[in-house]
């Protein structure tokens, strides 16, 4: 039927230009998400942007639209890639699904029983359960970060095995901005026979078997062609283009010694996330934040999951431990980092009752700043992924993407 990396015409597909806005196809009955997807696009609020929705095994929708440089001269197309900040956290939740699927973790065990020098100041009870959940308390490191010294992994994984918390973990969550990655890199590395960290085990064991065009850690033979631009926005364009970023998170952000601050703004990035868009970053490999990928690349990653994880070796009991989700912080779920509940669940982040982002609450996946989404439920047997390279500035459920997600409910029903 289809390849990864190129989907040919399917039968009944529409293909080329589905509607003014909107280069793919989508199967008969979902074109109101063609149309639903050039609004953005139409409309100006998106300089670009892809979605792929797989159903049941079955790519329903696969839409580019828009420009991939910030000078509107160069039109996205179907298997252009962007860097997905947050979207790369599910990415390293795959990556530690395959990990713990192979015995090489489990979820259940200690940090310290893998990696001894976590244990300070406290932390040795952490589970990789609760490290992956975003619970110990590792948000903001006192390391200080640059663009030149990201890629050093060995140095910063030991100022996070020394850092105090910055609550006493399982008491909350927080938004793991960069340390998740590593976290996730250190544990992998040390268990893996071949010692390899989370770039190459995801390129190895993830990418490279499904076919997806999906990166953490750019490689140098990829074509830079088709590497979508980010338009960013600045901190200032949060107080004057305001729409859902929770106001404390906001002011936070701008204020030096706040925990939002150290974290978010470590490295130093004051002109906005969009500086983070450059050769640089994209080869480090960052597993939290410096993922690159297209729409069609996570779909299909998602979908491995959405169809029981057989793909990748997932076994059932993974499986049921990602759609269950991980227990809630013992002190509820607002997120001691973005001042607002969330959900996180190892690796990933999950339905509650603020954010539905799917029928069902098997779901799991991760947003990112700017308005990304990637997910797959796999009671509905749904994968979806919808990137963009104009960074919004709300928190989930960006209005561009969200209504393309409306609509492809609203059809799915119809259709069944």
């Known amino acids: 039927m289809h390849s990864f990396s190129g989907l040919p015409k399917q039968e009944g597909a529409s293909e080329a230009q589905v509607c003014e806005g909107a280069h793919g196809f989508v199967m008969p009955g979902f074109e109101p998400v063609a149309h639903a997807f050039a609004a953005s696009i139409l409309s100006g609020e998106a300089l670009g942007a892809a979605c792929t929705i797989i159903h049941n095994d079955e790519v329903l929708v696969d839409l580019h639209g ?7 001269s160069r039109s996205w197309h179907a298997d252009d890639i962007t860097l997905v900040y947050s979207l790369t956290k599910g990415l390293t939740g795959i990556a530690g699904a395959v990990a713990v699927s192979r015995g090489l973790l489990s979820y259940d065990e200690k940090v310290a029983d893998i990696w001894p020098e976590f244990a300070s100041h406290g932390k040795g009870d952490v589970t990789v359960g609760e490290a992956l959940s975003e619970q110990a308390g590792l948000a903001a490191i006192d390391f200080k970060l640059t663009l030149e010294n990201l890629g050093d992994e060995d140095a910063i994984c030991a100022a996070i095995a020394a850092q105090k918390p910055n609550w006493t973990p399982g008491d909350h969550s927080g938004n793991h901005a960069y340390t998740l990655g590593w976290i996730a890199s250190e544990l992998i590395h040390r268990r893996d026979p071949q010692g390899r960290r989370l770039p190459q085990f995801f390129a190895e064991e993830i990418a490279g078997p499904l076919g997806l065009d999906v990166f953490v850690g750019i490689p140098e033979s990829f074509d830079r062609e088709r590497i979508a631009r980010i338009k960013g926005f600045g901190l200032q364009d949060l107080f004057i283009h305001h729409t859902t970023m929770p106001w404390p998170l906001t002011f936070e952000m701008c204020l030096p010694g706040t925990l939002a601050f150290r974290t978010l703004n470590n490295p130093l990035v004051l002109e906005g996330p969009g500086a983070l868009d450059c050769e640089d970053f994209w080869r480090i490999g960052q597993g939290a934040a410096g993922g690159m990928a297209s ?16 793909r990748l070796g997932i076994t059932p009991q993974v499986i049921a431990t990602l759609t269950q989700g991980h227990s809630y912080p013992r002190k509820g779920l607002k997120d001691q980092v973005l001042t ?42 749904v994968a979806y992924a919808w990137i963009t390279n104009q960074l919004g500035t709300g928190k989930w459920d960006d209005p561009r993407e969200k209504m393309v997600r409306d609509a492809f409910y609203t059809c799915l029903e119809n259709r069944s």
Do not use: I
Not at 66 to 72: F, K, L, P, V, Y
Not at 342 to 355: D, N, V
């Open 66 to 72: 828009g420009w991939q440089d910030t000078s509107a």
């Open 295 to 310: 729409a069609r690349g996570l779909a299909h990653a998602y979908n491995a999951f959405a169809r029981g994880g057989e």
């Open 340 to 381: 607002a509940d969330m959900y996180y669940s190892y690796g990933f982040e999950k339905p509650f009752s603020e954010w539905e982002f799917a029928r069902t609450r098997s779901a799991f996946g991760s947003f990112a700043v700017g308005g990304s989404l990637a997910f797959c439920d796999p009671d509905d047997g």
